[in-house]
């Protein structure tokens, strides 16, 4: 599982390179257009003018809602998972305050161990699921940019 997470941040880097690669030429474009249609930009001008403003706006709104889907779902699965990790290391400590013999209570505090180890393996996890909501909130944003670079890149 320690591999995943450097996995999930690459792709995510990939992707955002992608991004702003695509958005550099999509600037570099309407910038140009902008520049050649003066003060009184044609039909075909205004509308892409136009469709710049709304595509952002509808961006942000999709990548915001994606984001907090994504983050409540990770709240819940994170919240339930500390909440059990909480739970077992209280009833492991509770275990091994009850023990009466010396080989009872190593036996209990090995579990608790375990049980510790558990929970710190459930925080790493942590990295994931934040790749995960950067990932969902990037996607709107993402697709735009790059349809928007294949579509003006064939216009030229």
């Known amino acids: ?46 509308r ?3 469709k710049m403003g709304m595509e952002k706006v509808e961006a942000i709104g999709e990548s915001a809602f994606a984001a907090g889907r994504q983050l409540g779902k990770t709240n ?7 909440w059990n990790d909480m739970c077992n290391a ?7 305050a009850g023990s009466r013999t010396i080989p009872q209570a190593l ?3 090995a579990k608790l161990m375990h049980t510790v180890s558990q929970s710190l393996r459930s925080a ?20 735009r940019a790059t349809a928007n670079a294949k579509r003006l890149g064939r216009t030229r």
């Open 48 to 50: 892409e003018f136009s």
């Open 1 to 46: 599982m320690t591999i995943m997470p450097f996995a999930l941040w690459s792709e995510l880097a990939a992707r955002t390179t992608e991004m702003l690669v695509a958005s550099a030429q999509v600037i570099g474009h309407r910038t140009r257009r902008m520049a050649g249609a003066g003060a009184t930009p044609s039909l075909r001008d205004r």
């Open 76 to 82: 819940v699965e994170v919240g339930m998972r500390a």
């Open 90 to 96: 209280g009833a492991d400590w509770m275990s091994l």
């Open 124 to 143: 790493s996890q942590l990295s994931h699921a934040t790749a995960r909501v950067t990932e969902r909130a990037l996607m709107p944003v993402h697709s």
């Open 107 to 109: 036996a209990r505090q």
